[in-house]
Nanobody, 117 residues
Framework: QVQTVESGGGSVQAGGSLRLSCVASGIMFRQFAMSWYRQAPGKQRELVASITRDYFTNYADSVKGRFTISRDNARNTVYLQMNRLKPEDTAVYFC???????????WGQGTQVTVSS
């Protein structure tokens, strides 16, 4: 059974930091591209950051220079370090594991991040 479980969300003041973690089980983790998405109330889900099997990273313009995605294949875990948080970063953050070759596309339940001004 495939599971992706996020943790690390919470409430912080603007300018603060949080680190999100996502542990994936039941998949060949190192074969999957891992991504973080977020969805704010009344808005569509959007890509925040992604990291490929080969550790290439990509970021939304709105988080470049503030957020860092990384992965630890030994722990089947992907991280999102979020610094200099802004109120507009408030959203539910979702972890996604995707492999076209293995026909896999898996989502976690999400973790809430709230940034107050």
């Amino acid at each position: 059974q495939v599971q992706t479980v996020e943790s690390g969300g919470g409430s912080v003041q603007a300018g603060g930091s949080l680190r999100l973690s996502c542990v994936a089980s039941g998949i060949m983790f190192r074969q999957f591209a891992m991504s973080w998405y977020r969805q704010a109330p009344g808005k569509q889900r959007e890509l925040v950051a992604s990291i490929t099997r080969d550790y290439f990273t990509n970021y939304a313009d709105s988080v470049k220079g503030r957020f860092t995605i990384s992965r630890d294949n030994a722990r089947n875990t992907v991280y999102l370090q979020m610094n200099r948080l802004k109120p507009e970063d408030t959203a539910v953050y979702f972890c996604n594991a995707r492999s076209t070759a293995l026909s896999g596309d898996f989502w976690g339940q999400g973790t809430q991040v709230t940034v107050s001004s």
